[in-house]
């Protein structure tokens, strides 16, 4: 039974038709991605700035009148959200563009933005009564998955791509998943975790088939606009995959939008791999999306059959959104340029939304006086080996003055 106030239903996005909220929904019986339809006259009696600015929790459960969990819930576990907003003058004045900020997700527990959807499916999975919960990712959901459930007591069974960086097989080996490394792409992955899911009746944390993980990803869009003084920025630029996140931005600007918080909902800025772009494909040709080849570095957006794209195709043109392709290598000088300008070392994936707004602004397609926001989903750390290769090694000198000063010219 649905005990939530604030949620209406649920609702299939392509055909139409309404489910109960149950805690451990799925998608509709015609294959469609399920869409949370909130009661905001309801939720506008909950919720105002007054409301918001006396309230002490600085998790993202403190927005928890727009979250899709029963009233009496209390969400335990990892302290997810409230990520820095960093504003950065310099990096707006290369741009040529009025203000940029970049959202620091990287900085969440297992540090990255799936933190946010993990933690909405670790609550959800124990409202349903689970204890075990399971998914395919390419990286960040699953080492986030491991830790969220870690903390909150669940167990889980993990799928990744045999290709999945180190530093996140790490996370999960240390969690303690019961994690299959599968020698595929994250299609094969995923398809492999969807037939073991159906046949043992695991909690399914897979992004897009639980509609629950959208919902906890646009959270980063309710604190973007909190951090902002309730005025939502001109353009926000996302690097995509299987297109939850975008998904999830959207909404949460949405729902601000819908609440009265906020006057505005942004233009999303969609950044895909050249290599493997098949959202922006559909969305700049008007043709439904097809697969494409996994051909870029940035492995958390090495995403050729999208599990969300009909969620984020929606959410780029409602926007009046933009798409924008970048190359491997842009992304690199990206990632390169955002740690040494604003402090933030983030994964390829972390970086591929500033790499997009690099090449806009190159291109004279940025606006002049825009407020912009660029997300960094991702922490550096994860996959240092990509790292080093972009960046090189260190100067090497032994305990010597004279040689330090030569190799430093000075
Ligand atoms: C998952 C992820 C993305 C993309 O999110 P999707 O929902 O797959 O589109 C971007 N960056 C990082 C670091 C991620 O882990
Ligand atoms: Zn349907």
Redesign the pocket.
């Known amino acids: 039974m649905n005990m939530m106030k604030n949620v209406k239903f649920l609702k299939c996005i392509q055909c139409g038709k309404e489910y109960p909220a149950l805690p451990d929904a799925t998608t509709c019986l015609c294959g469609g991605i399920l869409d949370v339809v909130y009661d905001y006259d309801y939720i506008k009696t909950k919720l105002n700035k007054v409301v918001l600015s006396k309230r002490n929790d600085q998790t993202m459960w403190r927005y928890r009148e727009l979250l899709p969990i029963e009233e009496d819930t209390s969400p335990e576990g990892l302290r997810v959200g409230n990520s820095p907003l960093y504003e950065s003058p310099r990096i707006a004045e290369d741009l040529g563009t009025k203000q940029l900020y970049v959202k620091d997700?990287?900085f969440n527990p297992t540090s990255?933005?799936?933190d946010r959807?993990s933690a909405m499916a670790v609550t959800k999975a124990k409202e349903a009564g689970y204890s075990t919960i399971a998914c395919s990712?390419?990286?960040?959901?699953a080492s986030?998955l491991a830790g969220n459930a870690a903390a909150a007591g669940l167990s889980t069974y993990i799928f990744v791509p045999a290709r999945a960086p180190k530093g996140k097989i790490a996370q999960l080996m240390m969690f303690g998943a019961n994690l299959t490394a599968v020698d595929g792409s994250y299609e094969e992955t995923f398809d492999l975790s969807k037939k073991a899911i159906d046949k043992y009746g695991w909690y399914n944390r897979n992004?897009?088939i639980n509609p629950y993980l959208?919902e906890g990803?646009k959270t980063v869009a309710l604190e973007i606009c909190e951090q902002l003084n309730f005025e939502a920025p001109d353009y926000v630029a996302?690097?995509?995959?299987?297109?939850?996140?975008?998904?999830?931005v959207y909404k949460g600007f949405y729902d601000m939008f819908s609440v009265g918080l906020t006057d505005k909902i942004p233009r999303l800025i969609s950044v895909q791999a050249e290599g493997c772009c098949p959202?922006n494909t559909a969305v700049t040709s008007g043709q439904p999306w097809t697969p494409q080849q996994e051909n870029t570095f940035?492995d958390?957006?090495a995403?050729g059959v999208?599990?969300?794209a009909d969620k984020?195709i929606k959410a780029i043109i409602d926007s009046n959104g933009i798409c924008v392709n970048v190359s491997d290598d842009e992304i690199k000088e990206a990632q390169k340029y955002l740690a040494k300008n604003s402090g933030v070392f983030?994964?390829?994936?972390?970086a591929?939304?500033t790499a997009g707004l690099i090449k806009l602004s190159l291109e004279g397609k940025l606006d002049k006086n825009a407020v912009i926001v660029s997300?960094?989903?991702?922490?550096g750390l994860?996959d240092i080996d990509s790292a080093i290769k972009t960046v090189g090694e260190p100067i090497h000198c032994k305990n010597d003055l004279k040689e330090f000063e030569e190799k430093f010219n000075l």
């Not at 983030?346 to 972390?350: F, K, L």
Request: with cysteine; net charge positive; proline share 4%.
């Open positions: 997700d990287g990255s933005l799936k959807a990712s390419t990286g960040n959901a986030s992004a897009a959208s990803k996302v690097s995509v995959g299987d297109g939850c996140t975008i998904a999830g959202i940035a958390s957006i995403v999208p599990r969300n984020a983030a994964e390829p994936a972390g591929t939304a997300i960094a989903t991702g922490n994860k």
